[in-house]
T-cell receptor, first 112, second 114 residues
Framework: KQEVTQIPAALSVPEGENLVLNCSFT??????LQWFRQDPGKGLTSLLL?????REQTSGRLNASLDKSSGRSTLYIAASQPGDSATYLC???????????FGAGTRLTVKP | NAGVTQTPKFRVLKTGQSMTLLCAQD?????MYWYRQDPGMGLRLIHY???????AKGEVPDGYNVSRLKKQNFLLGLESAAPSQTSVYFC?????????????FGEGSRLTVL
């Protein structure tokens, strides 16, 4: 059974800092990995999707990397802003599963 | 495009009552999912569907039923609500995984069972 872990559970940084969020998974036979953002009381917004054949994806100040062999993905946020404050979740889709397994998320606070 | 739409957004039930949550997507996605989100437990899959007329159990299916009579709609039913079903429910959809498989979510339905 695929297990997805996100550490730390919460992170607080000053505005302007570059930061890295971590996601690890136990089964490396994945089809893709997706990073989401969730604001309080809202749904999940897709940030980046990395296919198993890719090493990284970039969108604006966000960069996500994937290392299947070590079962890890990182989400890099450059020049953080207070508007980046939210919970960030990663999810993996396995080759043998029709669903995606989620981590519990990292709650990010960026202080002005 | 509206994307994924869930109704209702809020609902309060008494123990033993029944209700249905409706999910509609306008992206012509084959796959549809129902998740529940509870504090400290992340999102857990309840049921999913890989196409019209099909349904399958996820990680926590007990106490729920689903139907997919039309490709664009996926219904989640609670026949006899229990306080343990107090949660936020999210519907999601995606193409068949051969088409990238990116997951798109609705805004959620907050259910309280008294």
């Amino acid at each position: 059974k695929q297990e997805v872990t996100q550490i730390p559970a919460a992170l607080s940084v000053p505005e302007g800092e570059n930061l890295v969020l971590n996601c690890s998974f136990t089964d490396s036979a994945i089809y893709n990995l997706q990073w989401f953002r969730q604001d309080p009381g809202k749904g999940l917004t897709s940030l980046l999707l990395i296919q198993s054949s890719q090493r990284e994806q970039t969108s604006g100040r966000l960069n996500a990397s994937l290392d299947k062999s070590s079962g890890r993905s990182t989400l890099y946020i450059a020049a953080s802003q207070p508007g980046d404050s939210a919970t960030y979740l990663c999810a993996v889709r396995g080759y043998n599963n029709n669903d995606m397994r989620f981590g519990a998320g990292t709650r990010l606070t960026v202080k002005p | 495009n509206a994307g994924v739409t869930q109704t209702p957004k809020f609902r309060v039930l008494k123990t033993g009552q029944s209700m249905t949550l409706l999910c509609a997507q306008d992206m012509n996605h084959e796959y549809m999912y129902w998740y529940r989100q509870d504090p400290g437990m992340g999102l857990r899959l309840i049921h999913y569907s890989v196409g019209e007329g099909t349904t399958a159990k996820g990680e926590v299916p007990d106490g729920y039923n689903v139907s997919r009579l039309k490709k664009q709609n996926f219904l989640l039913g609670l026949e006899s609500a229990a306080p343990s079903q107090t949660s936020v429910y999210f519907c999601a959809s995606s193409y068949w995984r051969g088409g990238a498989g990116e997951l798109f979510f609705g805004e959620g339905s907050r259910l309280t069972v008294l």
